[in-house]
């Protein structure tokens, strides 16, 4: 298994290819996602009823990071989830869920204008 973000992490100027973005600004990104993530889940929580105590349930297979440069990779590549899957050491629809969790979180980091690219450039392939 391929380990994108510890390859990210040892070359850095390789960064621009792989996800799209410099090292520098993926490091931003991430920081600013991690602290949305935290925000939306905390509001998700005072919300509930719980009978249960919370903390239970399963822990995900990627952390905070793999989950953000999966969903970048897929931006970036347009690649299947199950290539995904395989990459990042999960299935296919675990890499599906991932990305389809983190792209409206992008979507309020990110300038329109990247994810509008990204959408032209799929339409343009099909």
Known sequence: MSDILNHIEENPKETKRLIGIEYEQLQKLIQNAEQLHHEKQAL??????RIITGGGGRKPKLSIKKQ???TLVYLRHMTTFQLLGIQFGVSESTANDTFNYWLPLLRELLPSSLIEQVKKKNLTIK
């Open 68 to 70: 953000i440069i999966l």
């Open 44 to 49: 998700l929580e005072s919300k509930k009823v």
